[in-house]
């Protein structure tokens, strides 16, 4: 079975420029979530969705950063404009109920 | 996949030995638990999860136990293999689908 897939793996950018993330969940499941890895604050959740609705978006850092989920098996993280502090690996994750939630490989995302 | 790299506690254990990783949770509210193990490179893999009904539950090779009373989770790994070396996140949640997420534990199997 596929798992989550992510894409792209590996984005560099500069500074002020959009960048988008892509993300497909494991088909049938339900739930879809974009987490954020940084050495200094960890695993941090930025904004979930069911079944293709944006629960809670609390974690979404700021303005600059938006999720979109058109349909059950695509959602988007768009980050416009991007800035240096940004640069963090971005994880998807999927779950069928919300509770075991299943990660992809992440974007590791570079904004110089 | 990046983790808490610098100031991540580290166990180091010698192969065929079992593993204990300790995590202490924050809120007395969470209702259910979850491991996760974090090659380098990859994203978190689920390992066993427990309610807040139960204090310990068993998968392969490995055990969660679950004290509420101090709010302390424990992950235990039996015959500890060189596939095991990983960071371990435990994380929990308030009977939302938010988990918040512990700083993890680097497990080094020495050969």
């Known amino acids: 079975d596929a798992g989550v897939i992510q894409s792209p793996r590996h984005e560099v950018t500069e500074m002020g420029q959009e960048v988008t993330l892509r993300c497909k969940p494991i088909s049938g499941h339900d739930y879809l979530f974009w987490y954020r890895q940084t050495m200094m604050r960890g695993l941090e959740l930025l904004i979930y969705?069911?079944?293709?609705?944006?629960?809670?978006d609390s974690g979404m850092p700021e303005d600059r950063f938006s999720a979109k989920m058109p349909n059950a098996s695509f959602s988007t993280l768009k980050i416009q404009p991007s800035e240096p502090r940004d640069s963090a690996v971005y994880f998807c994750?999927?779950?069928?109920?919300?509770?075991?939630?299943?990660f992809g490989p992440g974007t590791r995302l570079t904004v110089t | 996949g990046e983790s808490v790299g610098l100031h991540l506690p580290t166990l180091s254990v010698q192969e065929g030995d079992n593993s204990i990783i300790n995590c202490a949770y924050s809120n007395s509210a969470s209702d259910y638990f979850i491991w996760y193990k974090q090659e380098s490179g990859k994203g978190p893999q689920f390992i066993i999860d427990i309610r807040s009904n139960m204090d310990k539950r068993q998968g392969q090779r490995v055990t969660v136990l679950l004290n509420k009373t101090v709010k302390h989770l424990s992950l235990q790994i039996a015959a500890t293999q060189p596939g095991d070396s990983a960071v371990y996140f435990c994380?929990?949640?308030?009977?939302?689908?938010?988990?918040?997420f512990g700083t993890g534990t680097r497990l080094k199997v020495l050969a």
């Open positions: 994380a929990e949640t308030p009977g939302t689908y938010k988990y918040i």
């Open positions: 994750a999927s779950s069928l109920r919300g509770y075991e939630q299943y």
């Open positions: 969705f069911n079944n293709n609705v944006p629960i809670d």
